[in-house]
Each structure stands twice: as C-alpha cells, then as structure tokens.
C-alpha cells in the first residue's frame, strides 16, 4: 500500500480549510495546490482554528494511520476504498494526539 493513497483520501475529507499550511520544503514552494500534497512533500499542516500546535506531518499521518486500522482490525487497503470522514476524522485524532479525544 502506497502512503499517498490514504492520505489524499483522508485530507480530501477532513475540509482542508480546517487547516493551514505550516511548513513547506522551499523546493516545493512553487508547485503545492493541496494540503495533500504538503504533507507528502514532507511539509507540516497547522490546525488554523486552535490556538494549540497541532501539527500534521507525513510521519505522524503514517502512525496514525496505522493506529487507525488496528483499532479497527481492518486492512489499510480497504480503508483507502471505504474511508468516510468520520475515519478520517480518527485517522488524523491518532495522528496528532495517539488517541481519540473528540467524541
């Protein structure tokens, strides 16, 4: 399974305009149209309406992907093909705190 799959599906869900770019590598500066992209480019992602640092990296995104499906014993593939945004939503709570802490 490729990283990029899940996390162009779950960053589509979550409304990107939830989140601000934080970070970009100065080689992709020019050419980032999604906040997918961002994080794929080893760029950070920033919650824009909280005042804590929740930041998104690639690596955190991976962790918490992972997290997400054994919690839920599912195959990562098939999240890719079933992921709605109430996944989405958990896969990035796993992401940024290793938990669920938003209902």
């Keep these: 399974m490729i990283l990029c799959q899940p996390l162009l599906k779950v960053v ?3 409304g990107v305009g939830e989140a601000i ?3 970009v590598p100065e080689e992709h500066k020019e050419d ?3 906040a997918s992209e961002v994080i ?7 919650d824009a309406e909280t005042p804590e640092s929740w ?9 918490g992907f992972k997290k997400f499906c054994e ?3 599912v195959d990562p593939d098939q999240v890719v093909e079933d992921c ?3 996944d989405a939503d958990c896969i990035i709570q ?8 938003f209902g």
């Excluded at 794929?40 to 920033?46: A, P, Q, T």
């Design 84 to 86: 709605d945004a109430d």
């Design 21 to 23: 770019i934080h970070k």
């Design 55 to 63: 930041i998104l990296t690639k690596e955190k995104f991976a962790q």
């Design 94 to 101: 796993y992401a940024l705190f290793n938990q669920i802490i």
């Design 32 to 34: 980032i149209e999604f």
């Design 12 to 14: 589509s869900l979550i």
């Design 71 to 73: 919690e839920r014993n």
């Design 40 to 46: 794929s480019r080893d760029g950070e992602l920033k």
